[in-house]
C-alpha cells in the first residue's frame, strides 16, 4: 500500500472518528433503539459514499459519468445525516418513524443509483464499440501518414496519399461484414511498411493496389449495409 493510499484512508476516517467522537462523548452508550438505528444509516450511507467512485469503470472519457454518480451517493449521504442527527437529538420512543424514513430515502437512493450506473455502462459499451470501430481507421491512416515520406519516388508518395486520404476519409462505423477488409487493409499498410523500410521495391505498388481494392470493398460494403 503506497503512502498516497494510506492518505486517503486517513482522510476518509476523519468523519468518522469526529462523528462517534462526538456522538459518544455526547449520549453515551445507552441510547434508544431509534438513535442506533440513526447511528448505523448514517455511518452506511458514509460507506457508500466511499465505495461509489469503484462502481464506475475507470475510463478518462468517463470522468463526467463518475462524478453524476457520486453526486448521488453525495445526496444520499447528506440527507441521511441532517434526518439521522435530528432524530439523535429528538430520541422518538417508538424506532419505527425511523425505520421508515430512513428505508423509503435508501430506496430512492438505491433506485436513483442503479439506474445511473446501468445508464454508464450502456454508455461505456458504446465508448468501447466506438474505440474499436475507429481503430481501424486510425490505425491505418496514421501508419501510412509515417510511411509517405519514405517513399522513393513522387509517383509512390502520391499513390500512398491517395490511400491515406482514402482510409482517413472512410466511415468510422464498421459492420462484422467488413472486418476480414479492415484486417486485410492493416496487415498490408505492416508490409508496405517493412518493404520500404528495407528497400525492397518489387511488390510496392501492387501491395497499394491491394490496399485500395480491399478498402474500397470495405466501403461499398458499409454503404450498402447502411442503405438496407
Known sequence: MNKKRILWILLDLVFLIIFNTIFFLLGGVHNKSSVWMA???????????????????????????????????????????????????????????????????TGVYAIV?????????YTADNLD???????????????LRAIIGLANDKKTAKKMEFL????????????????????????????????????????IHSIMDKIKENAELRNRKLQMQSST
Not at 113 to 121: G, I, R
Not at 129 to 140: A, M, P, Q, T
Not at 169 to 186: A, D, F, G, I, T
Open 39 to 105: 447511528y448505523g444509516f448514517i455511518h452506511f450511507s458514509y460507506i457508500m459514499l466511499l465505495f461509489t467512485p469503484s462502481l464506475c469503470k475507470r475510463r478518462t472519457e468517463q470522468i463526467e459519468m463518475r462524478l453524476s454518480v457520486d453526486s448521488v451517493s453525495l445526496l444520499y449521504f447528506w440527507v441521511t445525516f441532517v434526518i439521522g442527527v435530528v432524530f439523535i437529538i429528538v430520541k422518538p420512543d417508538t424506532v419505527k418513524i425511523c425505520v421508515v424514513a430512513n428505508v423509503v430515502i
Open 129 to 143: 464499440i466506438h474505440d474499436k470501430e475507429l481503430d481501424y481507421v486510425k490505425r491505418g491512416s496514421t501508419e
Open 164 to 203: 491515406y486520404d482514402l482510409i482517413y476519409s472512410s466511415p468510422v462505423k464498421s459492420h462484422p461484414s467488413v472486418k476480414v477488409y479492415e484486417r486485410n487493409v492493416l496487415a498490408l499498410i505492416e508490409q508496405l511498411r517493412i518493404d520500404i523500410a528495407n528497400g525492397d521495391d518489387t511488390n
Open 113 to 121: 443509483l442503479l439506474t445511473s450506473l446501468l445508464a454508464n455502462e
